[in-house]
């Protein structure tokens, strides 16, 4: 495992968590990178990517207008700001690296995981 | 959005069994689909990528096929370490949704 996600936790439904996500240079610079969620015994969802530099975002439905997306290139991290959580929220989330330094809007296949941090929201 | 859908959800095989899940998308997405095996507690690990392409370390036994809106993951010969969950994924327009996946279990 090469992506270390943080930041997970027990959290109130309604309010906030920051996730974040490290990773070596040689893995993290020029990459897409994505957050990729999974709900107790449910399939994958995918929640959102930013761009290799940090100018473009895309959102899944579900939490498009509650999460953001950043990262910080020179620090090789990637966070996931989320806000007025729900119990729909709760799961493992995953970062993962897209396969291609690819600087158009089509993913690649995402090649490199981290483990997974756990977020309960639950009063 | 693009939507995702996979068939069986789950399935019964044995050791050596031939085994062949489907995926078909809402729209056209040329090449742009991706399979994953996720075993339980770990990440999940990429199979194939573009439709056909198997990523490095992956073994042969495993292969893709299709294009547009139609796909399908073989596993030519299944083995111990193959029973896992396997899920789709188009990577040609975000948001980049996932098929429901397919539990492979032994019969």
């Known amino acids: 495992v090469q992506l270390v996600e943080s930041g997970g936790g027990v959290v109130q439904p309604g309010r906030s968590l920051r996730l974040s996500c490290a990773a070596p240079?040689?893995?993290?610079?020029?990459?897409?990178v994505h957050w990729v969620r999974q709900a107790p015994g449910k399939g994958l969802e995918w929640v959102a990517v930013?761009?290799?530099?940090?100018?473009?975002?895309y959102y899944a439905d579900s939490v498009r207008g509650r999460f953001t997306i950043s990262r910080d290139n020179p620090k090789n991290t990637l966070d996931l700001q989320m806000n007025s959580l729900r119990g729909e929220d709760t799961g493992v989330y995953y970062c993962a690296k897209d396969r291609v330094a690819a600087r158009n809007s089509h993913s690649y296949g995402l090649d490199a995981w981290g483990q997974g941090t756990t977020v309960t929201v639950s009063s | 959005d693009i939507q995702m859908t996979q068939s069986p959800s789950s399935l019964s095989a044995s050791v050596g069994d031939r085994v062949t899940i489907t995926c078909r998308a809402s729209l056209h997405i040329s090449s742009y689909l991706n399979w994953y095996q996720q075993k339980p507690g770990k990440a999940p690990n990429l199979l194939i990528y573009a439709a056909s392409s198997l990523q490095g370390g992956v073994p042969s036994t495993f292969s893709g096929s299709g294009s547009g809106t139609d796909f399908t993951l073989t596993i030519s010969s299944l083995q111990p370490e193959d029973f896992a969950t396997y899920y789709c994924?188009?990577?040609?327009?975000?948001?980049?949704?996932f098929g429901g996946g397919t539990k492979v279990e032994i019969k």
């Open positions: 930013i761009s290799h530099d940090g100018s473009n975002e």
């Open positions: 240079e040689f893995i993290f610079s020029g990459f897409a």
């Open positions: 994924q188009q990577s040609y327009s975000a948001p980049f949704t």
